[in-house]
């Protein structure tokens, strides 16, 4: 079995975290990367991204599993992260995406309280030697450069649209 080296998680890992819950936190209205907040759901860029344009999809309410989760805002969360990967397609023009949700913490969550899915953009050759030898990871875009081409599409984000 190979192993995968990842150390510049520690600082997200062994950073101080905020008593507040950061999904909460990012419905406030002077958030910084927070790209949608409807009535159900919401769009925040990961702060700690595996590459640009890494999503996070939230539901508005604060809980943490599936189930707690009524039919309506299922759906309503499974179409923003649909529409979400649509503007991601739109604007970055990725190959593919990782797209997913990690429950409770022994499954990778880092903020297990506060339900909610990541989308990865993938392009062909995103991973490199660079990252493996010198633990160094390339993210070639700044972080505020992307959320800027991205809040325009989502100021115009309509859930109830079947495009």
Same mark, same amino acid.
């Given at each position: 079995?190979?192993?995968?080296?990842?150390?510049?998680?520690?600082?997200y890992?062994? &950073?101080?975290?905020p008593?507040?819950?950061?999904f909460?936190d !990012?419905?406030?209205p002077?958030?910084?990367?927070t790209?949608?907040?409807g009535n159900?759901?919401?769009v925040?860029?990961?702060k700690f991204?595996?590459i640009?344009g890494?999503?996070? *999809?939230a539901?508005i309410?604060? +809980?943490s599993? =599936?189930?707690?989760?009524?039919?309506?805002e299922?759906?309503?969360l499974l179409a923003?992260?649909d529409k979400?990967?649509? +503007?991601?397609? =739109?604007?970055?023009?990725p190959? #593919?995406?990782?797209? #997913? =949700?990690? =429950?409770g913490k022994? !499954? &990778?969550a &880092?903020v297990e309280e $506060?339900? $909610?899915? $990541?989308i *990865?953009?993938?392009?062909? #050759?995103?991973t490199?030697?660079?990252t493996?030898f010198?633990?160094?990871?390339?993210?070639?875009? $700044? +972080? +505020? !450069?992307?959320?800027e081409?991205?809040?325009?599409?989502f100021?115009?984000?309509?859930?109830?649209?079947k495009?």
């Amino acid at each position: 079995m190979k192993t995968m080296w990842a150390p510049w998680r520690m600082e997200y890992i062994l &950073g101080e975290k905020p008593d507040s819950c950061v999904f909460c936190d !990012a419905l406030e209205p002077d958030a910084e990367l927070t790209l949608f907040k409807g009535n159900d759901t919401m769009v925040m860029m990961n702060k700690f991204p595996y590459i640009n344009g890494h999503l996070l *999809v939230a539901p508005i309410r604060h +809980i943490s599993a =599936l189930d707690q989760l009524n039919r309506y805002e299922m759906g309503q969360l499974l179409a923003t992260v649909d529409k979400s990967i649509g +503007i991601l397609k =739109l604007v970055m023009q990725p190959d #593919g995406f990782n797209v #997913g =949700l990690n =429950l409770g913490k022994v !499954a &990778g969550a &880092g903020v297990e309280e $506060h339900l $909610h899915f $990541h989308i *990865v953009p993938r392009w062909y #050759g995103d991973t490199n030697a660079l990252t493996v030898f010198a633990d160094v990871r390339v993210i070639p875009e $700044h +972080i +505020i !450069a992307t959320y800027e081409n991205l809040k325009p599409q989502f100021e115009n984000l309509n859930l109830n649209s079947k495009n």
